[in-house]
Each structure stands twice: as C-alpha cells, then as structure tokens.
C-alpha cells in the first residue's frame, strides 16, 4: 500500500507532464498553420493577376483563330462582325460568355478582368472589313503591361485607350499611323508602318501607358 502512493504520484505527474506537452504541440502546430495559410492566401493574391492574364490571352488567342477560320472564305471580309454575330455563331470561349444578349455591345461578353470585351470589324489600308480587333474593357493597370507583351505577337497592331466599357471608335488602320507615346492613347504596336520602331513593342511606352491610368481599353488587331 505505501509502495503504491509514490508510483501513483509519478504517474499523475507522468500524466500531467505529458498533458502539459500537449497543449503547448497543439498550439504550436496552430501558430504554424496560421503562419502558412497567411502565406499561401498572400501568394494566392499575388498570382490572381497573373491568372486572369494567362486565362485572357488564352481566350483572345482562341476567339481569334475561331473568327479567321469562319470568315476565311467571306466575300466582304469582316465586315458586320460584333459581339452578338461571334456568339451566336458559337465562336467564343466559355469564359467569355455571361448571360443573353438581345443587341450588340461589350455587354454580350465578359473578360477575366470582369469588364466587357468588343469585337468589331476595321478597315486596313482602305479595305473595309479586312481586320478586326478585340478589345478588353477597363484592364486593370497590375495587368496592362502583361497582357500586352503576352498577346502582341500574335496581332497585327496593339492599340490603348482610357478604360470604360463602351464600344471603341477604331475604325481603320493604315501603314502611315504613328506609334504614340507617353500618356497620349494610341498606336503601341503597327506591323504595317514602314518604320521598323514602329512595327515592335517598345515596353518602356507600355509601361507609360498603362501606368497613366488605372484601367485601360486594350485593343489587339488581326486579319
């Protein structure tokens, strides 16, 4: 009986030790979750410009070759072409979809950047309908400069004006335009100008440009 008591201490205390250790594990493996979930949501944040980019360029590349090989065999080009023709004739990605559209406007369509994107024919060197262009809507300045460099390549001409959500007034492209820059919209990019300067895209005037405002309408010309 007496030799029972010490070990019955030594066990409480064995017990109690081991709770004590317990409790501080667990709060040690909470403190180092809440460490890690902090920075797994800072990254997370950081990569969503990044996302919506890569998810853009990936749907304007799409919707391009889809309306080239629709109208490869059209008489008068692109002409006619809007937001409503290219979904009705089931030409644009999924992710640019968003609800019905009864009349034409950057409404019909919806960008990864939650603005509206228009599709509209252009007149190139006096042809009416021999282009067209997509412009994305009120592009946020954290990703102005990457989906231009991203997408450029692809293009005929890369055109920036102040981000709204309206239809833009772009209506013809010749090789004599001018590449404007500073905080001025305008041409960043014209394959058809016979300046070599003029036919690349020159970043330093990206970045001013899209650094002038904080969102911009970004067209991309094709034929």
Not at 40 to 53: E, F, Q, S, T
Not at 87 to 115: E, H, K, M, Q, W
Not at 166 to 195: C, E, Q, Y
């Amino acid at each position: 009986m007496q030799s029972s008591t010490p070990n019955a201490i030594r066990i409480s205390g064995k017990r109690l030790k081991q709770g004590g250790f317990g409790v501080v594990d667990a709060a040690l493996a909470i403190g180092i979750f809440a460490i890690f979930l902090i920075i797994i949501v800072g990254v997370y944040r950081l990569g969503i410009p990044a996302m919506r980019v890569n998810g853009a360029s990936s749907a304007a590349t799409t919707l391009q070759g889809k309306i080239q090989k629709s109208y490869e065999m059209s008489r008068t080009g692109y002409t006619g072409i809007d937001e409503l023709v290219v979904r009705r004739a089931n030409l644009v990605p999924t992710n640019f979809v968003i609800g019905d559209c009864a009349t034409a406007g950057p409404s019909c369509l919806r960008s990864n950047f939650r603005a509206g994107v228009s599709v509209r024919s252009i007149s190139i060197e006096g042809e009416a309908g021999a282009g067209f262009f997509i412009t994305f809507h009120q592009v946020p300045k954290e990703s102005c400069v990457d989906l231009i460099t991203t997408l450029e390549a692809n293009f005929l001409a890369v055109n920036i004006a102040a981000g709204s959500n309206t239809t833009p007034t772009i209506s013809s492209l010749t090789g004599s335009d001018a590449v404007t820059t500073g905080s001025a919209a305008g041409l960043l990019k014209n394959a058809l100008s016979t300046t070599a300067a003029d036919q690349v895209i020159n970043v330093n005037d990206v970045g001013e440009n899209c650094d002038s405002r904080a969102a911009s309408d970004i067209s991309f010309l094709s034929r």
